[in-house]
Every structure is written in structure tokens, then in C-alpha cells.
């Protein structure tokens, strides 16, 4: 499985006066945690007596910006086609005083660079003439938001003159378009799920291309005020020279956005449009099905669907946008790739479906563990058994809104409502013509929402989230003993930023309570996320008579985000033995004291070799609140990028020893030698037409662990319209600790239990590809397709052989016997007891490929037709696989199924 880079230590244990409940033994313990946590308070006092006494005015001040005007002018006077040759244009004062940022900050454009602004009662202009010396204007084709081999100009507003947030609107030579929105002062971090409606027309000629932007005032919000002033930058991407053109650039040593904007007056008495706008659509499909017809009642090879529903968004005002979905269809979604996870915890797949991709950057607020918006129409998880079983693959979402919108106060309300409809499984067997219907999940209410107020002059933050979960169970349901009832989190946050953003101190502390019958809230208990049930486990033991769980949370951070060289960082997190969010969010482990810092050195400026450079040293600790480390480790980190503009990095990792709550699957502690890991990787230059990259990782440990991976990725375009993708990944991991199963009969030391483990060789290969045709920027056919294998040979079994240890007792010795069977299970006698572990080597396939036409026929409608397939095969077979055998699950049973959807978008004021 993939994994995403860490930010990472600062280890430190709790001091005595927050008076945890802790045994007596670890007294001495707790003395010296009270000590390192005083050295940590030290050393962050020193960090902050480095800092103002008081937070400073955004440089330069209201008279320090840069100005442009917007000209007004009549109704009708732009004809839209990118030519500028509209002579209203003559009117507005051009906007032509650019810089660069890339490659020689500061320095002059290499061509100049002429932007307008215009807007009637109801449209803003812009239109913009970019010159090019040498002709060398790259433009491929491609799909919305996919610009960055793209010679491309971006028109960014700070319509609430906030300084914080800002909206983007942007366009390649070529004429796709590209739309962001940025919930905070960081020019990297922006929302690509905003599609407002809007069009761009642009022209390309010898030495120069022209664009023109229609955007109307109903797909922006801002104050009610009869003259307008709103934040304003613009920036201009040359690709061939690896350029980066700011009208405001933001410095490489700041992290900084709409704060450092300059100012755009001229636009008054608009009056406020009614912002009111239907998308309804339409959907019809099938699914074909390879293996149908053998004897499954639910099968017969096809499956015909059929839906309608809406979207509605309304303006309440000029600041708030109510959007509601109606029977919501995502069939055009792109389906999870393919894995094969043998650990204890769920992958966290990103959120692909459009309505809640949009906007979603309002729910975050820096705590990970509050709001997942993938709970909302989760698969089921109620059990249904049978020889033929149709099982639902997701909730289905009934309707859900969203209220968003920033206040002339500078509060900003986000606010998400949904329901799901109940689920059934049909259920039939063999020999039976009665088919049944089981219950798999009962109708749920989903609620969240969030305010955030900004204060101060460096737009500091503090705001709360709330979010609920509720279920309605019918009377006597099983499901009542699978699901929780209500699930409530709710947590209040503060950002306070000093020396003009330059430093920020985040802080968040809540709370989560869940209810529901004896046996839901034991579930709860006895998940991976608590484990409530170790035996040896001496606090907050497993009680089954529990109808409620209330647990809590706190998180700080402090960080050095800009400055000429040196930047750092350092967090803490820790939640409580009985916080559980899972209803709503992703929680993989309560019971924990998460601790990092970072301390990066890094240059900016090109040297004689390097373009840029950093440094860094960074390090991480995971306890529980009884002081067992369950995670840890140091790294140090070199990143290059060249004179050429190639890029190079190179981690070296130290893991720490450790000691896992997890591994014995809620039985007694397990310990995990140290070891070490390597990882390098590089690419060439991020615009080249042909894009290369790859890395390798190693890892090992003392226990016997061992990882050997590689990745690549090359994407070419081999015209303009046309870009091809593909991204091999192969890894081969041993690992010796890999959970079988929890066996009775056991040794007393291991409290009458045998917690069987083995050694696991497992490889896994796969080959992404991607293939994109752009017809026209507003026509696209997008081809994805995985072929995956995985495989896994258990061997050398065995069981703990004492708690809180990392050794084993080896089946076949020490007084053990161990006989193979000719299927490849195995027979063990041990200790008076005779048992039977199953062959559980695996050789999975599996093949998923997604084909989507675009076609958006109408400005804010479109047309998806849509090609899907799902195959996957496995055998009990352990052999290593290849890519050989990643390409043979094309030919492996299971469905096509093909979607037409079309919507309307039809403005109604």
C-alpha cells in the first residue's frame, strides 16, 4: 500500500498535575516524563520569546499595495471569442507591472503582460494579451484544472477583502479552463472541486495569445456594499522557461496568498442577483455480468438502472449559497484502486464524489479525526449469509445540502446535512425458490457544521465543528447491536498567526460521545481503534454493560512557516482511552500521545550547482498515555532541486523499538525490533512534455522485516490533444509478525490463549494507466485502468510466546509437533491440544478500468457516458506475482457496467 509523507518528533510525556490516572510502578517513570516535558516547555518559550509582543499589519500596509481599476461599461458590449477586439477594451487602464518570482526572483518578465478589467450589471471582464518573444507557447489540450504543462494566466479576487480567502479563475492558451478556491492564506492549498459556471474564450498567433473571461457576479459572493474593493493578483505560467509571473508575487521564503494581494476598486451598484440555479439530470445504465446465469436468482448477466434527481443551489443573499442534492448520483466516479490490507485498520481512500469534494476544505480544521465525508453512504455492514447473496455496495444518499458562506463579520458558516435510506441484502439458497431480505443497515442522519470567525490584524482564526451521526432502528432489530445509535464529536480550534503569518499556533480541543444498546457500544470496545478487551490491559477495562462512550481530544502546534533559511515545526495530539469518532470520521487509535517535530534548513536562491535546497531532521513518537511507544522514529532528509530543474531526495530513516497494542488483534502486548529504511527518489523538470519519475524504498528491521519497493510514473504527450500516463509499482515485504488468528487451549503466561503469528513473503504489481484525449477544452475522453496481483506465502507459524515480547514459539519445536496436510494446511500439537490452521496463502487479481466521455454541451450542463469494469480472481496459491500476472487479471471473471448521464443547468435568477 502506498503511504503519504509524514511531517514529523517532539517526544513528550504528560506532567504529573494533569493528574491522569496512572499505576503506582510507573511513578519514577512519570518524574522523568515531567522532566522532558519541562525541557520541551523550555525551548518553546525560547521559540516564542523570538516572536513580537504583538501581531503585525500585512506588509506594507492599505497604501504600500498595488491598485487597479475595473471600468464599467454597458450591457452587451463584450463579444466573448478571446480576439480583445472590442473597443470597450480601450477603455480600461491596462494592468502591465509584472515581476517574476521563477527562475530569477524579482527580475523583469522576459514579455510583457497586459490585463484588463471590465464588468456591466451582471458580468466581470477580464481580458488579457500575453506576448511571446521566441513564439514558444505551449498549450496541450486537456480536462479542467489539468494545466500545469500549460502555458496558463490566473486571475485570483479576495472578494471579501479578507485577506484570507480568495477565489481563482484561470485559462490555458489552448482555452481549458481552471478554477480554485482558497479557504486560507496559502497560495498551495485551494479547493479544485469549485466549478462555478463561467466561460473563457482564447487566441493564439506567432508571437503573442489573448483570452477573454466571462464571469458573472451570480458565481461569486462578497459584502453588500455600494462600491466594491476586493483583493486582486494575477500570475502568468510559461512553461518553456519554467516561468512564473506575479502582478504581487508572493516571496519563495512566505507562505502567503490573498493577504499579500493588491487592491481592485471601480465595481459599484451592482445589484445583488438572486444567485437561484437548477442542475437537474438524467441516468440510465446496465451491468453486464461475465459469470452470470449459474444458477444466481440476482444474476442473470444484466442489470438495468435507471435515475433522476437534482442539484439546487440558491443564493441566501450576497454571502451564503445553499446547495441541496436531490437522489444524488456519482456513477461517473472513478472507482478505489485495488489492495490487498492485512492489518488491523481501514484504508483512508480520498473523497472523489463532486459534492463533497467542493468546498470540503471548510471542514477540515487541522485535527484529522473529526469529519470524513466518505461515513456519508458507507457500504453496509450488517451480515447476511446464503448461498446467493445481493449485497448493496454503498448507502444510498436520499438528499443532502450545504449551506457555506463567509459574513460581512468575516464569519464563515459551513454546514452539511444528509440522509441515507435504509439497506437490505436479498438473500436466497440452493434447492430454495424463496428469496428473503435481510436488513443490512438502518436509515441514518448525518450533520455537520462549522463557524470560523477571523480576528486580527494577521487574520488569526477560532471557530468550533460539530458533527452527528443518528440512526433509527426498527423495534427488536439486529442492527441495533451493530450500529451506535448516535454518534456526537464536537471540538473548538484556534489559528493565531504572528509577525505578518510568519509564525502561526494552532491549538483544538473537543470532545466524542457515542450511544446505542450493551452489544453496539461493546463493539465499539472491542474495535482496533480501542481493544478494550487486552487482557492485559489494566485500565479502562472492556465493560459490556455500557450504553455510552464519552472520550477527548487536544492538539497544539507551533510552527515557523517562512524566513530566509531555517523553519520548523512542532505538534502534539492526545486523545483519550475512550474518544471514538468512527461514525463520522477516522479514527485508527485512541489511547495516544502523538508527538513530532521538524527543523529545515533551506535555500531558495540558485547557487553555482542547486536551484534550491533543503535539509531537514524530523522525528516522531506515538505513545499511549501510560508512556508504551507504539510508534517512533527520526529521519533525515536531503532535497535537491538542479540547476536543471530536476529534482532529487534522499530519507534516511531510523524506526525505533517499539511495543503494539494492535498486533495481537485486542490480545496482550507485542513488541517490534528497531530498524531502518532508506528512501530515494527523483524526476526532470515538472513541465517537460515527456515527465519521468521513480523512487525506491528499503526497510528492515531486527525482527527479520524487509521491504523492497519501486514506483515510476512517465507521462507523455505525444500531441496536443492526447496524454498518455502509466505508473508501475512493485513491492516484495517479509514480515514476521503478520496475525493469523486467536487459538483457545493456550499457555497460562499468555492467559489461556494461543495468538498464532507467521512469517508472510508477499509481493504485490500493478500498472496504472491513464489516457486522456481533449477534443475541444470542453470535451474529453478520460481512459483509467489498473491491472493488479497480489500474493502471500504464510510460513514458520507459531505463537507469542509471552506478552510484551517480540519472540515466538516456532511450531514443529520445543516440545511442539507440526504436520503438513497435501492441501497446504497444517496440523499442530501442542501442549495436550490438537489444532488445525488452514492454508491461507493467496494469489489475488484484479482489473478495474474506468471510460468517461465529457462532454459539457452547454455551460454548466453536461453529458457522461461512461464505461466501467470490476474483474477479480483468487486461488489459494502463494507464489510471487510479477506484472505478468498483474495483466492476466484482464481476462478475469466479473462486470461492465455503461452509465449515460446527462444534467441541465438552468439558471432561474
Known amino acids: 500500500m502506498r503511504t503519504g509523507k509524514l511531517k514529523l518528533p517532539l517526544k513528550l510525556q504528560l506532567p504529573l498535575k494533569l493528574q491522569l490516572p496512572l499505576p503506582l510502578k510507573l511513578k519514577l517513570q512519570l518524574k522523568l516524563s515531567t522532566f522532558n516535558f519541562q525541557l520541551s516547555t523550555v525551548a518553546l518559550c525560547l521559540c516564542l520569546s523570538a516572536l513580537p509582543a504583538a501581531a503585525q499589519v500585512a506588509a506594507g500596509g492599505a497604501g504600500g499595495r498595488k491598485h487597479a481599476t475595473a471600468t464599467r461599461i454597458p450591457n452587451g458590449s463584450v463579444r466573448v471569442d478571446g480576439r480583445l477586439d472590442d473597443d470597450v477594451w480601450q477603455q480600461a487602464a491596462p494592468i502591465s507591472d509584472f515581476v517574476q518570482k521563477e527562475p530569477v526572483e524579482n527580475a523583469p518578465p522576459t514579455d510583457r503582460m497586459e490585463v484588463r478589467l471590465l464588468y456591466d450589471d451582471d458580468v466581470l471582464y477580464v481580458g488579457a494579451r500575453m506576448f511571446s518573444g521566441d513564439g514558444r507557447i505551449q498549450a496541450p489540450l486537456g480536462r479542467r484544472d489539468d494545466i500545469s504543462q500549460a502555458e496558463h494566466i490566473l486571475v485570483a479576487f479576495d472578494t471579501f477583502l479578507d485577506r484570507r480567502t480568495a477565489v481563482a479563475f484561470g485559462v490555458t492558451a489552448a482555452g481549458v479552463r481552471l478554477d480554485r478556491f482558497h479557504s486560507s492564506d496559502n497560495e498551495d492549498s485551494f479547493d479544485t472541486g469549485f466549478d462555478p459556471v463561467w466561460r473563457a474564450e482564447t487566441q493564439v498567433s506567432a508571437d503573442q495569445w489573448t483570452a477573454e473571461l466571462w464571469i458573472p457576479f451570480s458565481q461569486l459572493r462578497f459584502n453588500p456594499q455600494a462600491a466594491q474593493t476586493w483583493g486582486l493578483n494575477l500570475f502568468r505560467f510559461r512553461p518553456t522557461l519554467d516561468e512564473e509571473d506575479y502582478w504581487v508575487p508572493i516571496p519563495r521564503t512566505v507562505r502567503a496568498w490573498s493577504s499579500r494581494f493588491g487592491e481592485l476598486t471601480g465595481i459599484a451598484n451592482l445589484v445583488p442577483p438572486r444567485r437561484i440555479e437548477a442542475l437537474p439530470y438524467l441516468a440510465g445504465g446496465a451491468t453486464l455480468t461475465g459469470n452470470g ?28 449559497t445553499l446547495e441541496t442534492a436531490i437522489n444524488p448520483d456519482f456513477g461517473q466516479v472513478e472507482a478505489d484502486p485495488a489492495e490487498v490490507n492485512l492489518t488491523a485498520f481501514e484504508t483512508r481512500f480520498p473523497e472523489k464524489r463532486p459534492f463533497f469534494l467542493e468546498g470540503a476544505q471548510l471542514f477540515n480544521i487541522g485535527h484529522p479525526n473529526f469529519y470524513y465525508s466518505r461515513r456519508i453512504g458507507t457500504r453496509p455492514i450488517g451480515p447476511a449469509t446464503g448461498d446467493y447473496v445481493d449485497y448493496p455496495d454503498a448507502g444510498t444518499i436520499l438528499v443532502a445540502a450545504k449551506l457555506t458562506g463567509r459574513l460581512p463579520s468575516k464569519t464563515s458558516i459551513a454546514f452539511l446535512a444528509a440522509v441515507t435510506d435504509s439497506e437490505e441484502a436479498r438473500v436466497a ?52 447491536g451493530l450500529y451506535t ?37 461493546t463493539r465499539v470496545q472491542r474495535a482496533s481503534a480501542h481493544y478494550a478487551q487486552r487482557p492485559d490491559r489494566d485500565y479502562s477495562p472492556l465493560d459490556p454493560t455500557l450504553t455510552s462512550l464519552a472520550g477527548w481530544t487536544v492538539q497544539a502546534s ?109 490480545g496482550p502486548l507485542m513488541s517490534r525490533g528497531p530498524g531502518w529504511s532508506l528512501n530515494l527518489s527523483g524526476g526532470n523538470r515538472a513541465t517537460s512534455r515527456t515527465r519521468l519519475t521513480g523512487s525506491m524504498f528499503f526497510q528492515t528491521n531486527d525482527d527479520g522485516a524487509s521491504t523492497r519497493r519501486v514506483t515510476g510514473l512517465v507521462s507523455m504527450r505525444p500531441g496536443p490533444r492526447w496524454q498518455f500516463t502509466v505508473s508501475p509499482f512493485y513491492d516484495r ?40 484525449l481533449t477534443l475541444r477544452p470542453d470535451l474529453n475522453l478520460d481512459v483509467y485502468a489498473e491491472p493488479f496481483a497480489a500474493s502471500g506465502h504464510y510460513y514458520d507459524y507459531g505463537e507469542l510466546l509471552e506478552p510484551a515480547s517480540r519472540e515466538r514459539l516456532k511450531f514443529g519445536t520445543a516440545g511442539t509437533l507440526l504436520a503438513l496436510n497435501p492441501d497446504g494446511s497444517q496440523v499442530v500439537h501442542a501442549g495436550g491440544n490438537t489444532f488445525t490452521l488452514r492454508n491461507r496463502d493467496f494469489n489475488t487479481l484484479s482489473f478495474r478500468s474506468n471510460v468517461v466521455l465529457r462532454w459539457e454541451w452547454r455551460a454548466g450542463s453536461t453529458l457522461y457516458m461512461v464505461w466501467q469494469q470490476d474483474r477479480s480472481g483468487s486461488e489459494v496459491l502463494g507464489s510471487r506475482v510479477s506484472l505478468d500476472d498483474a495483466f492476466r487479471s484482464v481476462t478475469a ?17
Do not use: C
Request: proline share 4%.
Open 293 to 320: 446465469g449459474e444458477g444466481d436468482p440476482f444474476d442473470d448477466g444484466k442489470n438495468l438502472q435507471g435515475r433522476v434527481g437534482a442539484d439546487v443551489k440558491m443564493g441566501l443573499g450576497p454571502n451564503l
Open 558 to 666: 507551533f510552527d515557523k512557516t517562512g524566513g530566509r533559511h531555517w523553519i520548523w515545526g512542532m505538534n502534539t495530539k492526545i486523545d483519550s482511552e475512550n474518544f471514538e469518532t468512527n461514525d463520522f470520521a477516522q479514527l485508527n487509535g485512541a489511547d495516544g500521545w502523538l508527538s513530532n517535530a521538524n527543523l529545515r534548513y533551506r535555500e531558495t536562491q540558485p547557487g553555482p550547482v542547486f536551484r534550491s535546497y533543503y535539509l531537514q531532521l524530523d522525528g516522531q513518537t506515538d505513545t499511549t498515555l501510560r508512556g508504551l511507544m507504539q510508534t517512533g522514529h527520526l529521519r533525515g532528509t536531503v532535497n535537491v532541486t538542479w540547476l536543471n530543474f530536476w529534482t532529487s531526495q534522499l530519507q534516511v530513516t531510523r524506526n525505533l523499538a517499539t511495543t503494539s497494542v494492535s498486533l495481537t488483534r485486542g
Open 893 to 909: 471473471p466479473g462486470s461492465n457496467t455503461f452509465l449515460i448521464k446527462t444534467s441541465f443547468w438552468v439558471p432561474i435568477g
Open 733 to 772: 515485504v517479509t514480515e514476521p509478525q503478520q496475525y493469523v488468528s486467536t487459538l483457545s487451549g493456550g499457555r497460562a503466561v499468555t492467559f489461556d490463549n494461543r495468538y498464532v503469528f507467521a512469517f508472510i513473503d508477499r509481493s504485490t504489481a500493478s500498472m496504472e494507466f491513464r489516457l486522456g
Open 429 to 480: 439458497n440452493q434447492g430454495s425458490l424463496d428469496e428473503s431480505r435481510v436488513a443490512v443497515s438502518p436509515h441514518a442522519y448525518h450533520m455537520v457544521a462549522r463557524v470560523l470567525q477571523e480576528f486580527g490584524p494577521s487574520a488569526s482564526t477560532a471557530g468550533f465543528i460539530v458533527n452527528y451521526v443518528h440512526r433509527d432502528f426498527d423495534e427488536g432489530s439486529p442492527l441495533a
Open 485 to 521: 445509535g448516535n454518534a456526537l464529536g464536537a471540538a473548538g480550534h484556534t489559528t493565531l498567526r504572528f509577525k505578518d503569518g510568519q509564525y502561526e499556533f494552532r491549538t483544538s480541543a473537543g470532545g466524542s460521545i457515542v450511544d446505542g444498546s450493551e452489544a453496539a457500544i
